[in-house]
Structures are given as C-alpha cells and as structure tokens.
C-alpha cells in the first residue's frame, strides 16, 4: 500500500491493516494456506498466536483479527527455505554483511548446521552428531556454571519445564531470559509489594472499569488486540488516560476491522480520553503527583488501606513533601495537567493501570512500578471488578515460561519439588541474568552458550561487547525457526538447530501433539499447530531438549525420550511441581483452559509482610543533562518488526516509510542544536567507560517532549552500555540513553 509522507492521519486498524497483512502473506508466498492459518489462531482447536501475550477474547468467538498477528503467522508459515545450498553458496563473513531484515527474509531453517571454520561456512550435521557435540562440550567444562541456557518466550511450557530440568540436572542455574529485558522490573516490584509478580486483572476487568490508565505502552503496534478492548471500554463511557512521550496513533483512534459500520463508513472510535505526554523516565514524578492530589483531597479509601496494607503513613508524608516544581520538572508535565489526570482517576470508581516497557526499561522502573502500585492502593484499586495492574507482558508465553521454572534466581520450594520428582539434588546458587551471562563469557567464565529461541547477540545490550562475549565462547548453539545475528555472532564451535514452530503439526511417536502456552492474565491454554512442518527433518523443543539431555547426562534418571513421545507425560511431571497445575491434563480439555488464580486478586498478599505494601520512593529529581550528551533516546518498535525480526521497513503509525534508520526528534530540539528535518546524524551514547556509536539516522521532526529522542531497536543496541541497568531488576535501560548527535558523513541519497 502507498502512504505520503509524514505523519499517519487515520486511525489505527481500518483498511490500511487488512491491506497490510495481505500483503505480508503475499510477500511471504503462501498460497491459500495464509487465510485458512489465521482462522485458527487463538481458536480452542488451533494454536495460540505466536504474537503478543494479549489473552484471546473469549474462547467460542470467532476469529480476531489482528494485523500483526496476521504477520507473525506469515513470517512462520513463509513458502521460503533456508536450504544447505543456501550456507554452501554464502560465508558467514558474507551473511554478517547481510542486514536483519535480509536474513528474516531468507525463511524457514531446514536441517541442523554445524560451523565449519576453514570454510567459514555452516554444513550440514546429524541430529545425533550435534548432540554429541554438545554433550562434549558441557561435560568437558569444569564446572556446570561454565554454560548459560537462555530462552526466549515463545517456548512452549512443556519445552521450557523440560529444558530448566534439564539444565539443573546438569547443574546450574544459569537460566537467563528475555524477561530480564522486558517485564523483570514488574515481577521484582510486585513479588514484593502484592505477592505475586504477575497482573491481577482478567479481561473481563475490561468490561468494568470506569478509568484505564497506559503508560509507556504502544498497543496499536505491540498489543493491537488490546485495541479491541480499548474500543469497547471507550464506547461505553470507560476513560483512557494515556501517558507517553509520542502521540501513538493506535492510543487515539481506532477503527475495528471487523465492525461493519466503522469499516464501511470509515468510521472509527476514539481511544484516549486524555493524553499527557511526559519525558522519557518522567512517570514516577507524575504518578507522585497524582498521588498528592488523591492525598490533599483525602478521597483514599481508607477502609482498605487499614485492613490490607501497611507504610501508608509514610507514604503519604513523603508524596506531601515533594513540591511542585520537582514533580513539574521530573514529569515534564505542567501541574494542570497532573491535576487533572488525579481528577480522572478520582472520579473512577474501578481503574486499571496498565503499562509496558516505557515504564520498565529505565534505571528507575522498580520504584516507579511500585508507586504506580502505592497509587492504585490508595483507592483500593486492586481485588475488585473492574480494578487491578496489568503489566502488558510481551512474547506469547514468557508469562509462563517463568512460571515453568526458567528462572536465573529459583526459589527453594520450587527445587525442592523439582528434585524430589525426578530425584535429584538441584544446584541452589542462583545463576546469571542476560547482563550477568555476558558479563561471564567477557571474562571467560561462561563458555558455552545455549539459545532456545531468540537472537541474544542483537537482543541484548551493548551490541559490541556481546559480540566479543559471544565469540569467545567455545560453543554456540541456537534452537531457532529463521536465520539470525546470533547464528553469525557464534563462538568457536557452533551449531544451528531448527525446529518447528507454533503453528506447525508436532508428531510424536505417532500421535500430533498439543503444547500449552500461559497468556499476560494467568490463563494457560493448549496450542495445537496445523500446518505441515516446513521441512521433514525439523524437531520440536521438547524433542530437542531430550536429544541433548540424554547425550549430555547418561546417568540422569529422567527417562528423556519416553517423556516427549506424548507431551501428557510432561504436563504431568509439571502438574506434580508447579502449584496450580493439578490435574493439568484433565483441566486443559475446557475451551479457552483454565484460570492459574492470582492471590492478591482476592486480597491476599502472600508476600513477606502478609499485606499490600506502600513503597515511599522520594523523587530523585533528574540531573541537568550534560553537555556531552543532551539527549534521551529510547529504543522502541516500528509497526514492522518483532523484536529483532523486522518484517518490512514502515512504520505505517508514525509516517515512516522504507526505512528504518530514522531518529525521532522535536522541531525545538532541531533548532536548538542548529539540525534539520530529513538530516543525517550519527548517535553518539556518552557513558562513564567512553562513547559507543550508531551511525547513520535520518532525523524526523515529530511531537516528542524536549531532549527526548526516539529511535528503532536493534538497530541502536550499540548504545546501551553493558551496566546501565534497572536497580534491582538489571533489565537494561533500553528507554533512556544519554546521548548527542552528530552529523553523519552517511550520504543522504
Ligand atoms: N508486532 C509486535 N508485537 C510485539 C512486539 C513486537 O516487536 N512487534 N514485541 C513484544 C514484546 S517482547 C514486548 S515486551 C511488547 C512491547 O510492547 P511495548 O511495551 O509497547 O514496547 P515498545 O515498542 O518498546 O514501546 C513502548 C512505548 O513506550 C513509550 N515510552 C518510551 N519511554 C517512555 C517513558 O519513559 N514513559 C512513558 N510513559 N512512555 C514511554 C514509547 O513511546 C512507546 O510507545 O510487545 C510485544 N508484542
Ligand atoms: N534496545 C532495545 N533492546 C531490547 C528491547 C528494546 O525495547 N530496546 N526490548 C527487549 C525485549 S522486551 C525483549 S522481550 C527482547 C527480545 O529478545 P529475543 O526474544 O531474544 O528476540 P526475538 O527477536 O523475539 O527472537 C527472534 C528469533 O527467535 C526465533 N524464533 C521465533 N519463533 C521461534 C520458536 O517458536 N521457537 C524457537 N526456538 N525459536 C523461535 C527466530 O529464529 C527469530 O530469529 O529484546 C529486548 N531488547
Ligand atoms: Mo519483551
């Protein structure tokens, strides 16, 4: 489709969406198939959307339809092959020129590849041999904690249960995973302060509440099933506050695909009731804000605060000592603005809060995350219709991937159910974390890598360094469905492991197998593919985690590859060690699955203080930016990509077209730093150990906050130095780079 330049005037969704995922399947090649695919995404027989984690709607609807969904669908069910003959004809030298969106472009993994150095090229390996290889190498270290196992969330759980046993069989608790870059500020913060790191809403809060507030989140791209809910909260009177430093076409308006009227009148429905653009990391200071009004006007509902909770005192005397200015200034919004924000959530009688990682990709996201909690306490906006914190979770099962255990930090319980089911002693030191496995391999500490799924070397932080860390390793591997950076940053040995994807059929010992998946609200569901698989030889995780499991450890009492001939087995180990999956065979067989339960939706807090807990976070009101680097940048998404994997290069929402190296910019900023609109800039990171450069950005005036920039991942991963990470949580600060600009000898034709 053809869109002019500049910024995008329609509404999210409409036609321009169906005509978007069209052509996706289009340029995918699938034939037929693509239509037919879609129709059983999130359907109770077909399989969960490789997507996002947004909940499906309600398990007898029909199907929704979700543009982005449309395109995660097609990327994997692509006609496109990534075949021997493709790694004889190309060296990795010469794929590493390759950009991302080339290698997503080649399509699907074949057969297992091993890296051949003489040649510089990956050939062709037997299952068996790359096991081997494997199990080598792990039982050649000196000791487990030399090796980290990473995952990604598309894994299913009996992939991921299968694989942290795996790896705490071998003997370490190295587990990193994408959460640590995502959602881990959210878990930290609410395991402590509610009991339980998890969202306490279901959709159907949706239906009720009177105020919905989202911050740092951008459903019209990440979530545009969200949107469906949005719509519907907005139709019928329900307040939507947004806070976020660019105005989000998806946060204003929306037309449903599949609402007859919109789409034939070209009608659509305002999102956003009220909209509030603060500066990047400026939320604490508003939610602070918001919490001074609530408190000055005494409208808390004290009945609540006296039976649940516990710091409100000091809390209160803390939020009533900041003054304005501060929480002007550390906002970057104007105290009207904040008032009335505090009148809207004051009116409401139920409000959600939901935020994404425009809150939790920041130095400060644990005690922004706890206040935005102290704020829903006040009105005792937790455990009631209507009411409650929805962290919007990202990759469709990394909810559940860390309720199966892929943990770096694992609790005691937790092991000591998991060693007395397959009767072994777990190791209990925790393990590393995304920054703290890179960490390791820079100093040769960690010399094995495993990946299942994901892109480590283009996901993580500080692109440079990874890489080095990356290449020092004795062995790479990666279980993966399409071709990427990580296979062509590797270490000395290195293999590539394909296998099959969500929406593939998964025969095993005859039988098609279902996997289950647990969405951003707790509901675990089967998923049951139904495409063929792209090629013969491709293996599912579970089998995958077998074959290495039973080369590595001959003497494990697990019986392996008894366990994967029927994925029941696996659910049943699980049933056994993870509380709220009893019965969990029997309990999948109702459409849509079952509910997980969330304590403190029913107000009881099981954390350490048996009470919701009131954070009194001061404001640390932000540093002068310094000369050298005058800017904030954060790193975010187009409308064309899934995290690493970029499917086109448009950016439909905010007016970008064909390319994706663009730097968001407001006109003062331009003008202060004597730049213009459509120049080419390099962006220069300015941290205490030197200066990291992404060269080559198209400046593009946009409604952003001053000294605010923005910019698409991972394009600038190179600029987020290695130890900038949240406290506590270590999730890197991927929304708040400090940084200048350059001009850039990158000619603009
Ligand atoms: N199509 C598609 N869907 C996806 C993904 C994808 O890449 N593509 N990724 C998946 C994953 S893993 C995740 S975690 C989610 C990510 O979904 P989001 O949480 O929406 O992630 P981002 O695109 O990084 O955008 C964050 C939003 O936060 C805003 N923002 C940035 N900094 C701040 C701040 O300091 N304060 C406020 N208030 N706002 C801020 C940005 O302007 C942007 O609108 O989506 C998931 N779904
Ligand atoms: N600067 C910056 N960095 C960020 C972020 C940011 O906002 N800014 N966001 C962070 C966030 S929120 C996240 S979650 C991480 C994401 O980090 P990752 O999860 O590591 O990255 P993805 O790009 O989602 O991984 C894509 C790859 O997964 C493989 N894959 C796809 N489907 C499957 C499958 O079913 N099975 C297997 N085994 N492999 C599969 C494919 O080979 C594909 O190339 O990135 C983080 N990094
Ligand atoms: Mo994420």
Redesign the pocket.
Known sequence: MDEADGPYKGPAGGWPALASSLKHVKEQGIVGLGSLTMLKANQPDGFDC?GCAWPDANPHSTFEFCENGVKAVAA?ATARRVTREFFEAHTVEALGAMDDYAL?GQGRLTEPMVYDAPSDRYRPIAWDEAFALIARHLRGLSDPNQAAF?T????SNEAAFLYQLFVREFGTNNLPD??N??HEPSGVALTEQIGIGKGTVLLEDFLHADAIFIFGQNPGTNHPRMLGELRAASKRGCRIVSFNPLRERGLERFAHPQSALEMTTGGSTRISSHYYQPRLGGDRAALLGIARCVLEAGDVDAAFIAAHTQGYEAFRAMVLAQTWADIERGSGLARREIEEAAAVYMASGATIFCWG?GIT?HKHAVATIQTLIDVLLLKGNIGRPGAGACPVR??SN?QGDRTMGIYEQPGEAFLARLGKAFDFEPPRAHGHDVVGSIEAMLKGEVKVFVG?????A????DRDRTGEALRRCALTV???????RSHLVHGRASLILP?L??TEIDVQAGAPQGMTVEDSMSMVHVSTGMNAPAAGSLRS?PAIVAGMAAATLPHSRTRWYWLVEDYRRIRDKIAEVIPGFEDFNQRLAVPGGFYLGNPARERRWENAAGRAVFYAHPLVPPPAAPAAAPLTLM???SHDQ????IYGLHDRYRGIKGERRVCFISAGDLQTLGLQHGQWVDIVSVWHDGERVAPGFKLVEYDIPAGCIGAY??E??AL?PLDSYADRART?T??SIPVRLRPSVRDAA
Request: hydrophobic share 20%; proline share 8%; with cysteine.
């Open positions: 490789p994997e997503e990473y990604s969330g598309r894994t994408c959460s870059m995502c990682m990709q990202g990759h990394v299942m799924g994901g892109n480590f283009a996901a993580t932080p990666n279980i993966s469905t399409k071709l990427n296998c994807g969500r995780e790193t975010m998404r899934y995290n690493t994997t991942y991972p600038t991963n987020v890197p991927s929304k």
